[in-house]
């Protein structure tokens, strides 16, 4: 298990910082788990599982459903 640091959700998502504090808040985003002196990280497996949600959610929307696995495809 990986945390990452909000530079690297930032990366991983291309989601502003303000954003994904904002909707982690809202429990719209996945919550960042607190460490010490005030840091934070953010669960790698639980981001990549909300990017698949949030394909998943577009292609629903769109009335199509992608046929290939995010399995090989990667994200970074």
Do not use: C, H, Q
Not at 40 to 59: P, Q
């Amino acid at each position: 298990m990986r945390l990452l640091k909000l530079e690297d959700v930032i990366k991983k998502t291309a989601l502003s910082g303000e954003s994904i504090i904002d909707n982690s808040k809202a429990g719209k985003f996945p919550s960042p788990v607190p460490l010490f002196d005030g840091r934070e990280g953010w669960v790698e497996s639980e981001l990549d599982a909300w990017i698949r949600e949030s394909i998943e959610d577009r292609d629903i929307d769109n009335g199509s459903r992608t046929i290939w696995s995010l399995g090989s495809y990667d994200t970074d």
